[in-house]
């Protein structure tokens, strides 16, 4: 095939990635749109607060609001959070930490546990299915070097990918956002990068969803990450890599 013909073929194919992309952004906006609207009829100055949590007053102040309508809207509320959840963590946005310490103020510990790993698993795994389609690009354009280191070190865990992920889900070395673009350009698969992805953020969203207890009282001072949750993620952290090392014990012995 000419270079030429190459070419065109290659500025054909991220038109339609990049059109594709956008029409699902579209959509999914208007599935925003939806529950905002559908939402029960709150006070003016209810309304002000009924927007995406940047910080965590406004986690503190939405939460406030929703929970005067859980009781009598409970599944709408959950909807809710379900589904801004997953539009946050599709298009990489900041913001879901403020969501998981508001589900821990709106739900049971363990309901609240439960919908912030799926919304995690589910949002990530689209992420990475929009990667697909137009990351590559981008990825390798503007972060080649940590591409490249992290490629080698998938290639080094290939026959334990689901621990890997599982580590990368649980510690702080690599930003969620960029695993969820760069796993389908280096060749992570997605059953283990979802799989992996909804039991990696258990042990981070635990410590989010317990500080989400005591929201009304929480101050963004109180929500800097103690000394105990830090040697609770580095504990929960290392147990991925234990099976590996024994792994890897057990193959050097026989050899």
Known sequence: MPTQQRTQDAAISTRVALISVLIIFIGSLFALFLVY????????????????????EDAKQLGIVLSRYKTDHYFQVMTGVFITYIFLQTFAIPGSLFLSVLSGFLFPFTIALILVCTCSALGASLCFLLSQLLGRKLVLKYYPEKAQAWAHQ?????????????????????????INLTAPVIGVPLVPFAVGTFFGVAPPSFVAIQGGQTLQNLTADDFAISAGSLTWLAVCGVVPLVPVIFKGWFKEKLE
């Open 37 to 56: 609207k559908t939402f029960p009829k709150v006070t003016d100055e209810e309304r002000q607060f009924i927007k995406l949590p940047w910080n965590i």
């Open 154 to 178: 998938v290639d080094k865990h290939r026959d334990n990918l689901f621990n890997y992920v599982l580590f990368l889900r649980i510690t702080p070395f690599l930003p969620n956002w960029f």
